[in-house]
């Protein structure tokens, strides 16, 4: 266990890649969106307003996430961590950073409603139905969201120091045949009512833990390959 939280330890070393720059993209978007909302409501229009932009962040931590294995994988073999401490710490740094970034959700979403969107009428963190089941869920779903995208990078960054880029572009272009197929079988089917039906049956608490499965699948596939791939 003390070698696991020695990997923590050097993943977080440069604070710049899991702290600061996730703090910084998630500053931005608020800033900029709060502007939006401003420019809106100071020109007489009506209504909530709403934005993606709580998405920047998020999608970062797919950055974040083959940067923890790009920068510093080398750097822990030369240091005789095994490969298994390696993603069991790297693993753990990226639950404690998600939480992180789930308990500033939360508390900005708390703020939000309470202030009827900061005077503006306009939702940055409590957005519609992920907010609409409650502050807690809400706080689980940007969490297990967050270590998806951390665990997608990492995934890709293994298959890209094992394979080569080669591989890694005929991966993604293969899931993404399988996702555009998926897409065309249902759409032949006229299976969209069932499957919008099936969605609103399982609940938020049903997608959420649909996203946490997800994100578990992908990290027990990234392990195998992690152990043959060369610094």
């Known amino acids: 266990m003390n070698r696991i939280l020695k990997v923590v330890r050097m993943q977080l070393t440069n604070k710049q890649t899991f702290v600061w720059v996730p703090l910084i993209v998630l500053g931005g978007a608020f800033a900029l969106s709060l502007a939006v909302y401003g420019i809106l409501y100071s020109a007489g229009v009506t209504g909530a307003f709403y934005g993606g932009g709580a998405q920047a962040p998020l999608w970062y931590f797919a950055v974040i996430g ?24 790297t693993m753990l740094t990226a639950v404690l950073t998600a939480a992180m970034l789930a308990v500033i959700f939360v ?9 009827g969107g900061w005077g503006l009428n306009g939702y940055f963190f409590a957005v519609g139905v992920i907010w609409e089941s409650g502050a807690a869920l809400a706080g689980l779903f940007y969490f297990v969201l967050a270590l998806l995208f951390f665990v997608s990078g990492f995934w890709g960054a293994t298959i890209f120091k094992r394979f080569g880029t080669l591989w890694l572009i005929v991966t ?60």
């Open 66 to 89: 083959a940067q923890a294995l790009t920068m510093t994988f080398p750097f822990s073999q030369a240091m005789s961590v095994t490969r298994r401490e390696f993603f069991l710490g």
């Open 107 to 115: 508390i900005g979403g708390l703020v939000e409603t309470a202030t």
């Open 172 to 231: 993604l272009v293969a899931i993404a045949a399988v996702i555009v197929l998926a897409l065309f079988a249902v759409t032949r089917m006229d299976a969209w009512p069932s499957v919008v039906d099936w969605f609103v049956s399982i609940g938020f608490g049903g997608i959420t833990l649909l996203v946490a499965g997800i994100a578990a699948v992908l990290a027990a596939i990234a392990f195998p390959t992690l152990r043959r791939a060369t610094p």
